[in-house]
Every structure is written in structure tokens, then in C-alpha cells.
């Protein structure tokens, strides 16, 4: 009672006002508010119920939200992605690993799982992976026995992919906002992108071989075929190469990698290609726009109120009690996935970034962690939010897609989860997974 | 009552020294009435933002770059122009300290802004790095140095000969390893804790300017306060000064030997006389600059007026170096 | 006056639409200049960063008032899709009136955050170019964004079914696909 009256009252305590300001966005949210409002409302009430300060830094903080220059990176990738997605590139890339893994036992879905890695290697996003790959595989899948729910939920997980392998919105978001180089998790993010998508690969010939007996095997294709699915796949392989070669050559900065690699995907697919007209582009830019927009309206406003918590220093009074200072890093790390991992749960993954980075950041930079671990583990968080209940984007995304209600889509996803897990438990134990790449490169 | 002082630097920088000193003053001299809190870099947004911030009172005090403040206060990048106030630490420091056109013209502009400036600090010569010795602007040329994104260092650069890069922070080590740039522009201490010296192979003293930290507080609380408070302020302000100034000193030494420690083969160009002054001659040009984007901030019927002043507030600056030195 | 109206609506649409595209295709020819200039010339674009920061300022306000205007939020609907036809209607009455105000005293706090920028005289580094010109589209998107919304309460309130905008009802909204 002393405590609501304390809410009441406007109390300058920490955990009167993380509680009052928890519950009020959580209702919000699940009052099916737009993401904005709740943050919006939170940042609000703290200034104006618990500090009586001015509200106008509101709007100063969400131009700061969006002034790191590192950002203009999100647009570039999610217009490179739509351009491919448009055009013929998701196709190609597919048709090469289904020349190869196809006919083997299992081999629809690593195909499916394999291709998500691929495209998400062109690809900024992990709901234009689900999108593109999705659309074509699913078909198939179904066609060849594989129940539904496992279908959506391995096309939704292995979309995840895309979050670490480069580029990835997550991992520049990531960089920007802890202030780590971009260029550096890029190529931190490949590793643990292939042993995750190694471990669905694996899952995948597991579920294929008990249930067998339901399962059609596709015909094995010829060399002459393989070699015309090489030939088809080679211009989109041009396009990691043009990224992760760029960056590391020293020609550009990972933002500027962004923007070649839109120039690469209008030259493909509108010159080499011919599939896309002017009136595509300009569609893809509008649409770009758009998103973009939604996106960074939430990262402007996800500033505003993560200045207001660092402004009456509550994270630092909350993680107080967890004596995160001198603990070890496994510990440390353990924490911030743990974090990252629930609050994905319930909110969208941007959101969480954009709130509990900076709570995060202070405590990386005291002890001993490299950031760009850390910044791996985050989006592994990131990712598995996305496609966790009960909320994900790419849920939502499948749901609107595949035109499947809810629960359907949802259904198949706990062996990912468990191995979504296991995944971040390796990289706690095994940080090289992340870091081997990273440091073979800078050498 | 909380006090709040945002700096726009990290834990045990210069500047956070000299808001921790701060801190700790106020706090014996109010008999533990007062608490400062002290926000590190980003905590409170940009060093935009926190300038915004005081200036409209959120915040009490601050602590930015002369670069920084120049958004707002345009005549104080004059001790932004090279070689205007050199590297001699003593002259630096009395300049800095108690130089009537910084604490009397330069204060009046802060004022406009609603900001009072309290004290100015040197946080150690700005030191060029690069993969190849530079003496001169021939060995600029096709270099492209990585400079925070204004008009004087960014001309500064160009008249030197050099190609002036901006790049935001997080980028510049991969980009100075990948060559993407070639070099950039850096108190000592503040290069090594950035481990910019991993990635650069020369590091050269060109006697040019000091990295000089400003701090202001909001001008109408502060004329609010009561004298006794007012006194508190400014005793807080010399104490930190003077705990700004040894660390300053100190940690620049001590990362120097970090660095050749851990870098046994980078090399330390220390420019002669005779290179300096090449340097210096160029340097004149940028007084002009410094006239025009003074000039540009203010409406056309000021702005012969502001250029004006803005001249006499740089010569007048020379003269005070020169007759410190 | 109906007419008016939707000559009027058309036309801050198309506006909307030819600053996101102009700004998404600029932020491409800007950056890639700047990296090839540097990289082939020896020449940077001084003011490339500033200028993707402005471009970013507007394809964030102006996107968000299109955003609004195609009903494309990002909401969390688990329980929402769980009511009724009466209960969603409500809902999004509420939610529409209540969005809307809050982004009306948003504008409103933009115009006075806009008129200190102008007051303080901010000039951006690189340019030395008054920051109040460009971040004047900040108002004009959350006022556009606040617009669409409590015309969509009105809809709500006047007009059978559920409205996201004026021209969007709840459920004809694409999903956001990134
Ligand atoms: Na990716
Ligand atoms: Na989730």
C-alpha cells in the first residue's frame, strides 16, 4: 500500500519507478498499442510524474536516436534486399544448394536452411529472408511429406540466420549503439551463423529420418544441371564478396558497403538480369522508406527513453544487487543474454536493443569482455527473438505470408529453441566461434 | 540537492577528472548537502545534446571541446585555429586559465547561449598519427586524416595538404587498419586508450594546438544561487582544474611509455623549429576561415560587426601567447 | 469539401512519397561519391556524413506520416486479435484518439525544440548550415502522423468497421515485410 501510494506520489526511487513504468508499458503493449506509444508514455511519465524536468528533450534525443552515421546502413541493406527479393536472386542461390543437397535424405529442408544462410549473406534482414526463401521452399517442402509446423518453423529459425551472418541490421545497430566497429562483428557474426545453421542441418536429417517413411526424396540432378545452378548462383555469390571484400581490402567502411551493395543489385538485377524496371526501384526505395521509418521512429524514440533511465541512473541502481562488477565473464555474458533473451521474448528485438545496450555497454567496457563478443551474443538474442513467441517480427511476418494463424506457425518451434539455446551456451563457452574469424582477419 | 555535470568523455578521462574533483569538493565544502552526479560520454546523448541540456538547465554543468561548443559559440574555435595557442604547457595553461579575451569577450558570447564559462583545460598536444613520417605538407600529400567533422580541422587539414576524413568514432580503428585512412589527430592519452596505436606506425608532434576541454554551467541558475554557493562553484572549479592539469600531465606521460612499450618499432617525430614554422606560415590562412564561420553565424545586418569581433578576439589571443610565452 | 479533402490528402501523399524516395536514392549516391571519391581520387565529401544525417532526419519523420497514412505500425496484436468485432472497434477508437493526442503534444514540443535550435543558432559542423531548416520537417512529420490518426478516430467514430487511417481499415494493412 505504502508502495502505490509511493507511485502515487512520484517518488524518486528506483524501484517505484522501474515498476510503475514497466507496468504501464507493459499494458500498452499488449493493448496493441504501436511500439512508439508505450516508450513514448514511459519516457513521459518519468519526466513529467517522477523528475518534473522538461519534456522537450523528448524530441532532441530521438534526433539523436537516429544521427549516428552508421545507421544510413540499415536503409542501403533493406533496399539492397528488397531489390533482390524482387528479382532473381533468392531463386539462384537456392538452386545451387538444392543441385547438391536435394536428393539426400534431409535434403529439402537443409536446402531451405542452407539457402536462408546464403540469402541472409546478401541480406540485411531476417524477415526478407523468410519472404524470399520461404516463398519458394515452402511449396516444396509440403509437396515432399514435411509437416507445416515444422516447415514454417524451420523456415522462420534458419531466417535468423541472416541476423549474424553480414551484413545484418542487428550487428550495425549493434555497433552503433555500443559504440563497437561494425566491420569487426561482421565478420565475427559468420561463424556463429554457420554452426547454427551446421546444427539445424543436423536437426533437420534427424526429424527426416524418423519420419521417413512420409517423406518423398527428390530426384538427384545431373552435372550438366549442377553446373548450370553454379552459373545461375555466381552473380549473387558476388554479392558477399563484394561486402566482406570491400570492407577488408580497406576500400570502403561497412557503411559504405551498404550503399555498393544497393548499386551491385540494381546492376544485377536491372541491367545483367533485366527483371526489374525503373518503377520497381522506385517502389523498392518507397517501400524502403517506409520501413526504415517504422524502424527508426522506434530506435529515435527507444533513445528518448533509454536517456531518461540513464538520467536518474536506474539500470545502474537495478544490476546493482547482481554484482556484475569483478564477475567473471562468462557470468557477465550469461547475464546479458539472459536479459536480451526475456525482454525479446515480449518486445521487438529493435526495441530491446535499443533499451538495454546502453544500460549493458559501462559494464562491458569495465571488465574484461570484448565487445564484439558481446555484440555477437546480443544478436543471437536479437535473432532468436524474432522467431520466439510470443512475439516475434518473423513470426508475424510468416503469419501474413503463409497466411496461417498464430498458434499453427508457432507449433514447430521448440526443438529450434532448445537448439537456439544450446547455440548461445557454445558461445559462452567457445567465444572463439565468434572471435577466431574476427582475429585471423585483424591479424 | 543533486547537481548534475555532463562530460563528453569516458570514465578517467581528462574530463572526468575534473568533474570527479568537482564532485568531491562540492561535496566537502556543502558538508554533504550538495551531490554532484556526473554523466560519462553518451549517457546524456551527444555533445550536442549536452550543451542543449545545460544551457536550458536539465543539467547544471558541462564539459565539451572548444569543436563542440563551436556549434553554438562560434568566436571560441579561435582556440581551434593551429598555432595560435602552441604547446608550451605553462603558457597553455596560464592563457587558458586567466586570459581576459577568453574570460571577458569569449565569456560574453557564452552568455547568449544562456551558458557561463567557468574554466578551460588543456588535455595534452594533439599529436598527428600516420604510417609515414610527416615533416612537411609534401609528406601530407594523399594522406587522408581521419578529423572531427568542423569547419577549422577540416581546412586546417586541406591547407596542410593533407585529405581530411571525417569518420565516426567506432570506425576509426578498423579504418585506420584497413588503410581506409591513413591517419588521424589525437591527444596522446586519449590514442592509446582508443588503441589507435596498434594501428598507426609514426606518431608526430607538431607543436601545433592543445586538445582543450571547456566548462560551463547554465548561466541563470548560476546567477541564481547564493553567494555562498557561487563561491562553492568557483573554489570546486579551481581545485578540478588543478587535479585536471596534473592528470593531464601525467597520464599523457604514462601512456607515451605504454605505448613504446607495447610498440617498440613506432616511430616519434618531434618537428624541428625550422618544420613548424612551414606549418605555422600555412596556419595564417586559417584565420580567414576562422573570420568567415564566425561571420556566417550571425544575420546579415551583424555580420560585419561579428567579423570584427571575431578578429579581435583571435589577435588579441596571439598577443596573450605571445607575451605569456 | 469531400473532395477538397481527399484533393489535399493525395497531395501530402504524393509529397510524402517523393521526399522518402528522393532522400532513400540521394543516401545511396551520396555515400557511394564519398567512398569512390576517396578511394579512386583522394577526395572526401566533407559534408557526406552530415548530409546522410539529414536525409536520415527526413526519411524518419516524413516515412513515420506514411507509415501512419498506409496503417503500417509495429503493434503487438496477440490479444487484440482475440476479442471481438465490438471490443476491436472500441479498442481502436481508443487507441487511434489516444496515439493521436500523444503525438500532437509530440509536435508541439518539436515546434518549441525547433525554435530553441533556431534561437541557440546551431549551425551543423561541416556545412555551417542553420540545423532549424532541416529539422523543421520534424513537426511537419509527427504533425502529419498525429493528423492521420485522429482522422482515423473520427472514421471510427462516424463510419462503420475498424479504420488504421483515413484510407486504411484494420486488417488491409500489408505486413511489414522487411
Ligand atoms: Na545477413
Ligand atoms: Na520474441
Redesign the interface.
Known amino acids: 500500500m505504502e508502495f502505490l501510494g509511493d507511485v502515487i506520489a512520484g517518488e524518486l526511487d528506483i524501484y517505484v519507478m522501474t515498476f510503475t513504468l514497466v507496468v504501464v508499458m507493459v499494458v500498452l503493449l499488449f493493448l496493441s498499442f504501436p511500439m512508439v506509444v508505450p516508450l513514448a508514455i514511459g519516457a513521459l511519465i518519468g519526466l513529467l510524474h517522477f523528475s518534473q524536468s522538461d519534456t522537450g528533450v523528448i524530441i532532441q534525443q530521438m534526433v539523436t536516436g537516429i544521427s549516428p552515421n552508421a545507421l544510413i546502413a540499415v536503409p542501403m541493406f533493406i533496399l539492397a534486399a528488397d531489390i533482390m527479393a524482387r528479382g532473381h536472386t533468392a531463386n539462384n542461390l537456392l538452386g545451387l544448394i538444392e543441385a547438391f543437397f536435394g536428393h539426400r535424405r534431409g535434403g529439402l529442408p537443409i536446402t531451405a536452411c542452407i539457402s536462408c544462410t546464403l540469402f541472409g549473406s546478401v541480406s540485411g534482414s531476417t524477415q526478407a529472408t523468410v519472404v524470399s526463401v520461404g516463398q519458394i521452399m515452402r511449396p516444396k517442402l509440403l509437396k515432399a511429406g514435411y509437416k507445416d509446423s515444422f516447415v514454417m518453423a524451420l523456415i522462420i529459425n534458419a531466417s535468423d540466420i541472416a541476423f549474424l551472418i553480414p551484413p545484418s541490421i542487428g550487428l550495425i545497430l549493434y555497433g552503433t549503439l555500443a559504440n563497437t566497429s561494425v566491420g569487426e562483428l561482421f565478420i565475427a557474426g559468420i561463424g556463429p551463423g554457420i554452426v547454427l545453421a551446421l546444427l539445424f542441418s543436423a536437426y533437420c536429417y534427424v526429424y527426416s529420418v524418423y519420419q521417413g517413411d512420409q517423406i518423398a526424396l527428390v530426384e538427384k540432378k545431373t552435372t550438366a544441371e549442377r553446373l548450370q545452378s553454379i552459373r545461375k548462383a555466381l552473380l549473387p555469390l558476388g554479392f558477399p564478396a563484394l561486402i566482406v571484400g570491400g570492407i577488408y581490402s580497406g576500400a570502403v567502411t561497412p557503411t559504405e558497403a551498404a550503399s555498393f551493395s544497393v548499386l551491385y543489385a540494381l546492376i544485377v538485377e536491372c541491367v545483367i538480369y533485366r527483371e526489374l524496371k525503373l518503377n520497381d526501384v522506385l517502389d523498392a526505395a518507397l517501400s524502403t522508406g517506409l520501413i526504415t521509418a517504422v524502424v527508426f521512429i522506434l530506435v529515435g524514440m527507444g533513445q528518448a527513453f533509454s536517456w531518461y533511465i540513464s538520467f536518474e541512473q536506474i539500470p545502474q541502481g537495478l544490476l546493482e544487487p547482481l554484482n556484475l562488477e569483478g564477475a567473471s565473464d562468462e557470468y557477465i555474458l550469461f547475464v546479458i543474454a539472459l536479459c536480451f533473451f526475456i525482454g525479446c521474448m515480449f518486445v521487438d528485438s529493435l526495441v530491446v536493443l535499443v533499451i538495454l545496450t546502453p544500460i549493458f555497454v559501462p559494464i562491458v567496457d569495465a571488465s574484461g569482455l570484448d565487445p564484439v563478443l558481446v555484440g555477437v551474443m546480443v544478436t543471437l538474442q536479437m535473432a532468436i527473438g524474432s522467431a520466439t513467441p510470443p512475439f516475434g517480427c518473423d513470426i508475424f511476418t510468416a503469419i501474413a505470408i503463409f497466411n496461417k494463424p498464430y498458434l499453427e506457425v508457432i507449433r514447430g518451434t521448440f526443438p529450434f529453441i532448445v537448439i537456439l539455446m544450446l547455440m548461445s551456451a557454445l558461445l559462452i563457452f567457445f567465444p572463439g566461434i565468434a572471435l577466431f574469424l574476427r582475429d585471423l582477419a585483424l591479424l | 540537492e543533486t547537481w548534475k555535470f555532463a562530460s563528453e568523455e569516458?570514465?578517467n578521462d581528462v574530463q572526468d577528472i575534473f568533474a570527479q574533483a568537482f564532485a568531491e569538493t562540492i561535496k566537502e565544502e556543502s558538508g554533504g548537502d550538495i551531490k554532484v552526479?556526473i554523466?560519462?560520454y553518451?549517457?546524456?546523448?551527444?555533445e550536442?545534446?549536452i550543451v542543449?541540456?545545460t544551457?536550458?538547465?536539465?543539467v547544471q554543468f558541462v564539459s565539451v571541446g572548444t569543436?563542440h561548443l563551436?556549434?553554438?559559440v562560434?568566436e571560441v574555435q579561435a582556440l581551434s585555429v593551429p598555432y595560435v595557442l602552441g604547446t608550451d604547457v605553462e603558457v597553455v595553461r596560464n592563457v587558458l586559465t586567466s586570459s581576459p579575451t577568453i574570460y571577458q569577450d569569449l565569456s560574453a558570447k557564452f552568455e547568449k547561449?544562456n551558458l557561463k564559462l567557468l574554466t578551460m583545460i588543456s588535455e595534452g598536444e594533439m599529436v598527428w598519427g600516420a604510417n609515414q613520417a610527416i615533416r612537411s605538407p609534401a609528406d601530407f600529400e594523399?594522406q587522408?586524416i581521419r578529423t572531427?567533422?568542423?569547419?577549422i580541422p577540416?581546412e586546417t587539414y586541406k591547407a596542410f595538404g593533407a585529405?581530411?576524413?571525417?569518420?565516426?568514432?567506432?570506425?576509426v580503428?578498423?579504418?585506420l587498419?584497413?588503410?581506409?585512412v591513413d591517419g588521424m589527430v589525437n591527444p596522446i592519452y586519449f590514442v592509446y586508450n582508443a588503441k589507435w596505436h596498434e594501428v598507426q606506425d609514426y606518431l608526430m608532434f607538431p607543436g601545433q594546438q592543445p586538445y582543450v576541454g571547456t566548462v560551463s554551467t547554465n548561466n541563470e541558475w548560476f546567477n541564481n544561487l547564493s553567494a555562498g554557493k557561487q563561491q562553492m562553484v568557483l573554489k570546486a572549479t579551481e581545485v578540478a582544474e588543478q587535479a585536471a592539469h596534473e592528470y593531464q600531465l601525467k597520464i599523457n606521460n604514462e601512456n607515451m611509455d605504454k605505448i613504446i612499450a607495447e610498440r617498440p618499432d613506432l616511430q616519434v617525430v618531434v618537428l624541428t623549429e625550422e618544420e613548424r614554422a612551414v606549418f605555422q606560415e600555412l596556419s595564417t590562412t586559417l584565420h580567414e576561415t576562422f573570420y568567415g564561420?564566425v561571420e556566417?553565424?550571425y544575420d546579415d545586418a551583424d555580420k560585419a560587426s561579428a567579423r570584427e569581433n571575431a578578429q579581435k578576439i583571435l589577435q588579441n589571443l596571439i598577443q596573450e601567447v605571445q607575451a605569456a610565452s | 469539401m469531400k473532395t477538397l479533402l481527399l484533393t489535399v490528402s493525395r497531395g501530402t501523399e504524393l509529397i510524402e512519397k517523393c521526399v522518402i524516395i528522393c532522400a532513400i536514392l540521394l543516401m545511396m549516391v551520396n555515400s557511394t561519391a564519398n567512398a569512390i571519391g576517396r578511394y579512386a581520387f583522394d577526395r572526401s565529401i566533407f559534408f557526406s556524413e552530415e548530409l546522410n544525417q539529414f536525409l536520415i532526419v527526413a526519411v524518419t519523420f516524413v516515412g513515420f506520416a506514411y507509415a501512419v497514412r498506409k496503417g503500417r505500425n509495429i503493434r503487438m496484436t496477440a490479444l487484440y486479435d482475440s476479442l471481438n468485432d465490438r471490443s476491436k472497434k472500441a479498442l481502436l477508437t481508443l487507441i487511434s484518439l489516444a496515439t493521436g493526442l500523444l503525438l500532437l503534444f509530440l509536435t508541439y514540443k518539436s515546434v518549441f525544440y525547433v525554435l530553441e535550435i533556431k534561437d541557440i543558432n546551431r549551425l551543423s559542423p561541416a556545412l555551417q548550415f542553420p540545423v532549424y531548416i532541416v529539422y523543421s520537417i520534424i513537426p511537419i512529420g509527427l504533425g502529419m502522423a498525429s493528423l492521420q490518426f485522429l482522422i482515423a478516430f473520427v472514421m471510427n467514430v462516424t463510419h462503420e468497421g475498424r479504420y488504421l487511417s483515413y484510407e486504411i481499415k484494420d486488417g488491409e494493412a500489408e505486413d511489414i515485410g522487411v
Open positions: 569516458d570514465k552526479r554523466y560519462y553518451g549517457q546524456l546523448g551527444t550536442n545534446d542543449e541540456l544551457s536550458k538547465g536539465t569543436g563551436g556549434s553554438y562560434p547561449v594523399g587522408k572531427f567533422t568542423s569547419t577540416v585529405t581530411p576524413t571525417p569518420l565516426s568514432w567506432g570506425e580503428y578498423g579504418a587498419q584497413l588503410k581506409t564561420v556566417n553565424a
